[in-house]
């Protein structure tokens, strides 16, 4: 079993950055795909960001491309999710999800562990 914690999220101006992290505990996250989803007020989720086991691939979706950039530090059993250029529309709650697998997806049905969430606003 793995729990996936976010934190980093909060209120930020348009233009401006902040950077998510999702820390894991329970089992070593460090031969999983892990993603990050966000979910907007009214809107289904969606995914943002993925990357593979060692960081050798990485997959974004096409709102968010040259502005986020996802990470990970296998040693510290963590993800990160560098969001710059932030638009009001990034406005939701992001999550972290871990795949069982080696390989980095952007289709959530695949991942297995999901964190609780961390809000991020971001104001105009």
């Known amino acids: 079993q793995v729990q996936l914690i976010e934190s980093g999220g909060g209120l930020v101006q348009a233009g401006g950055s902040l950077r998510l992290s999702c820390a894991a505990s329970?089992?070593?996250?460090?031969?999983?795909?892990m993603g990050w989803f966000r979910q907007a007020p009214g809107k289904e989720r969606e995914f943002a960001a993925a990357?593979?086991?060692?960081?050798?691939?990485?997959y974004y979706a096409d709102s968010v491309k040259g502005r986020f950039t996802i990470s990970r530090v296998n040693a510290k059993n963590t993800v990160y999710l560098q969001m710059n250029s932030l638009k009001p529309e990034d406005t939701a709650v992001y999550y972290c999800?871990?795949?069982?697998?080696?390989?980095?997806?952007?289709?959530?049905?695949?991942?297995?562990?999901w964190g609780q969430g961390t809000p991020v606003t971001v104001s105009s």
């Open positions: 329970g089992r070593t996250i460090s031969s999983s795909g």
């Open positions: 999800a871990a795949v069982r697998g080696f390989s980095a997806t952007k289709d959530a049905d695949v991942y297995e562990y």
């Open positions: 990357i593979n086991w060692n960081g050798g691939h990485l």
